[in-house]
């Protein structure tokens, strides 16, 4: 399982990319980030339309984690607060908390996810997202990454290890 | 239950008191570390200790400890069944005789399978900050390959030992199984091993739905082995110790006296289920 974590920080340092090839070993080379979201250093992502900020875990964290089987939401109603865990995710043997990159309320939640946990590893961006906020503080978003900054952060990072 | 707090003593070769508690406000003592270039590591060993004991002590420190730590129980004294975060007791288990022999069920923090445990099991868990171990990413896998370097040494030239998939084999014969918690700041990786077991209590499970490729649909009996049959408990214990200490500089601590402290502000989320929550469970066949 290093190996594919050495080859994804090779080809991201090479700003190459290739096909998945499930009967490899090798898995996609090649995470996406997408233009237009805001990005926290724990890979969670949030999209801000209007009053309400939608959150999910990026393609960058859902590779590295694996197959998720399991994913623990908390109620709407609920609060979040930036930097904080609001539920978790199971994949392989692990749990692994998911953090919120802003502060609010959380107003609505991705209750297909209980049925269809794997949503969060085909489509982290849309289908797979977790929760949706009314955001408190606004300004909490300004402090995020952008696309281009969170590119190099997961590539620095995959680097470093 | 109340959450435990401790009174943790090193020992007498340390000449050195120190109290460690959570949030409760007693006193702390912050300790002289000795920089010889490996991070410190707290070493904790029980023996008996019960399995919802320990699972409390961990949850805890990987919530509430900025430290490192190793745990080391040798056997639990009651026969229990322990549960992955998402278990669902009507798939994993024999809902009816669980409750005919009022077997505990737990349902514990960490994630993975199922495992019933008892005197013949012996718990090793590591908890580390995610700076400890250098170039290691706070991922399952990665974790994973590491504990499994470490194992390495301890089974050099014993067995055919190797981490398959998830799981401690010699040859494709399981004998210890993981699971861990990853936080913001921290991971837990906490291994059950099977030193001996009783045939009688694999009774109490059934066959998962969700198996790793190399068991091949095999029963628990085919699939399993002991550790007895490769290693003695003490040379097992003495030798994962030394292991630890290759990269940590171990810190031993005697637990001295525990407290119940009904008020503090960390809760663990691992508990037994109720005989409710199990009948509940069978009737909707989950």
Redesign the interface.
Known sequence: ??L??WASSTANALKLSCASKPHLSLSRCFSTVLDGLKYAE?HEWVKHEGSVATIGITDHAQD???EV??V?LPEPGGSVSK?K?FG?V????????V?SPISGEIIEVNTKLSEAPGLINKSPYEDGWMIKVKPSSPTELESLMGSKEYTKFCEE??A?? | MGILCCVCFLQEEEKETRTWNSSSGSKMLIPQTRNIGLPIMNLMRFKGLPILQQLHIEEQLLRTSSENWCIINDGTNDPTIVMGVSGKPAELLEIESVLRDQVPVIRRFTGGGTVIVDPGTIFVTYICNKEAIPDLQPYPRPIMSWSSSLYSKVFQGIGDFHLRENDYVFGNHKFGGNAQSITKTKWIHHTSFLWDFDVRNMAYLKLPKRAPAYRSARGHLDFICRLKDYMSRSTFIDKTVEAAGTQFLLRSFELETIENCSETEFRPSTRFLTNEELEAAAVAGQ
């Open positions: 399982m290093a594919r974590i724990s590295h984690l694996g089987v399991f623990e930097g865990g978790a199971e994949s392989v043997k692990a749990t692994s908390d953090n990072e995959d470093s290890h």
